[in-house]
T-cell receptor
C-alpha cells in the first residue's frame, strides 16, 4: 500500500500567487483531512471530507483557502492569493469509519514557503 | 483546546524503556485515549489507542489508570529512531475529525 500521497513535497512561491496542494488518500478510505502545522500554532485541522463531501471547514482560516474533493482518490487545497503567514507544513490524512477508531494515516506533508 | 496534559520533554537512554505520561482528568466515559508520534519532518503516525483496558501492540503498550484520568505510553526498548514528539489525544471512537493535537512530549533517545 502506497499510503497517503501528497504533492508537491516542497513549494516556494511569492506573495499573491496561487498555490495548489494535492493529496491522494489511501484507497478505500472514506474520510480525508487537511491539517496545517506551524511552530506557533502546532497541528491544526483545516477541513475534512466524508465520501467526497466537506463535513467541517471551520478550521479554514479565511476565504483565501478552499478545498475540493472531486472524487474518492483526489483532493486539493488551494490558497489564492498566498501570503507569507501561510508558510507552514500542510498534511493530508485519510481514514475509514469501518475501524470505529480515529486512526488517521498521514501523508509526508507539503512544506510551503511564501516569500 | 487539547484535553490532555503532557510534559514538554523527556530523555531516555537507548535500550531502556521509555514511559511517557499523560493526564486527561476530564475524559468522559466513552472517549478513547490515542497516541500518535511525529518524527522530525514526517507526518504524524498512529501508535496505539485504548478505552479502559491496557493495550499492547508491536510498537508500544498503553497503561490506563482505573479511574481513566491518566495513562502511560511505554516503549519497551527505545531506539534512536524513537526520537520524536509524542501526542496523547482523547476522542470519541469513530467520531472522525476530532483529533486535537496539543504540544505533545518531545522524547529524545540518547546513545
Amino acid at each position: 500500500d502506497a499510503g497517503v500521497i501528497q504533492s508537491p513535497r516542497h513549494e516556494v512561491t511569492e506573495m499573491g500567487q496561487e498555490v495548489t496542494l494535492r493529496c491522494k488518500p489511501i484507497s478505500g478510505h472514506d474520510y480525508l483531512f487537511w491539517y496545517r502545522q506551524t511552530m506557533m500554532r502546532g497541528l491544526e485541522l483545516l477541513i475534512y471530507f466524508n465520501n467526497n463531501v466537506p463535513i467541517d471547514d471551520s478550521g479554514m482560516p479565511e476565504d483565501r483557502f478552499s478545498a475540493k474533493m472531486p472524487n474518492a482518490s483526489f483532493s486539493t487545497l488551494k490558497i489564492q492569493p498566498s501570503e507569507p503567514r501561510d508558510s507552514a507544513v500542510y498534511f493530508c490524512a485519510s481514514s475509514t469509519i469501518w475501524t470505529l477508531t480515529d486512526t488517521q494515516y498521514f501523508g509526508p506533508g507539503t512544506r510551503l514557503t511564501v516569500l | 483546546d487539547a484535553k490532555t496534559t503532557q510534559p514538554p520533554s523527556m530523555d531516555c537512554a537507548e535500550g531502556r524503556a521509555a514511559n511517557l505520561p499523560c493526564n486527561h482528568s476530564t475524559i468522559s466515559g466513552n472517549e478513547y485515549v490515542y497516541w500518535y508520534r511525529q518524527i522530525h519532518s514526517q507526518g504524524p503516525q498512529y501508535i496505539i489507542h485504548g478505552l479502559k483496558n491496557n493495550e499492547t501492540n508491536e510498537m508500544a503498550s498503553l497503561i490506563i489508570t482505573e479511574d481513566r484520568k491518566s495513562s502511560t505510553l511505554i516503549l519497551p526498548h527505545a531506539t534512536l529512531r524513537d526520537t520524536a514528539v509524542y501526542y496523547c489525544i482523547v476522542s470519541y471512537g469513530g467520531s472522525q475529525g476530532n483529533l486535537i493535537f496539543g504540544k505533545g512530549t518531545k522524547l529524545s533517545v540518547k546513545p
